[in-house]
């Protein structure tokens, strides 16, 4: 799917659908949600909850809320740059940095926002509440709080130093006076 806006590729990935049912004289209406994640798997990400009466008419909602409002989040090449808790309600989602290759250790709600987001490399744990709309809003919420070290050190004024590659060691010995040997010992 592209996104008129920009004209990048986007995901859209269905998290969650719920059917509720109301009880009326002839029997019982259905109307359906449905939890979407959009992301363009370049740092930006999106959530919507669409409601309709039909599945594809929530589907179709929950996709327009989400690009509608779309967030860019901050990553270190595939992964993201530090460790993260955030919690909404009851959920609560932990996120680590990994080492490339490592690939996403997630639970597929967590999993849904941090591929649409273009995370590669993450250790995740969900604690608390299993509710997908709250685990998907953690999750943002912690993306969301993630910076990256240059936007510190430019928000406090300090010059952001490169790091400078290691020195070779210096083989030679250093030119001094010489030390005479030790005299041989007596022989008997």
Excluded at 83 to 88: I, N
Aim: aromatic share 2%.
């Amino acid at each position: 799917m592209l996104d008129e806006a920009s004209g990048q590729e986007l995901i859209e990935k269905v998290v969650f659908i719920n059917r509720s049912a109301k009880v009326v004289k002839g029997g019982r209406r259905f109307n359906f949600s449905a939890l979407i994640v959009v992301g363009d798997k370049k740092g930006r990400v999106g959530v919507g909850l669409g409601k309709a009466g039909e599945v594809a008419d929530a589907i179709r909602k929950g996709g327009e809320l989400a690009r509608a409002d779309m967030l860019a989040v901050c990553l270190k090449e595939a992964t993201i740059p530090h460790e993260v808790f955030a919690h909404y309600c009851g959920a609560k989602v932990l996120l680590r940095p990994a080492s490339p290759g490592t690939g996403l250790i997630a639970g597929k709600t967590v999993r849904a926002v941090l591929e649409s987001a273009g995370v590669k490399d993450v250790l995740t744990k969900s604690l608390g509440s299993k509710n997908a709309a709250n685990v998907v809003k953690a999750t943002l919420q912690a993306l969301l709080s993630l910076r990256l070290r240059e936007d510190i050190l430019r928000d406090r004024g300090l010059e952001i130093k490169k790091p400078q590659p290691p020195k070779a060691p210096v083989s030679e010995a250093p030119a001094g006076p010489e030390i005479p040997a030790p005299p041989a010992p007596p022989a008997a």
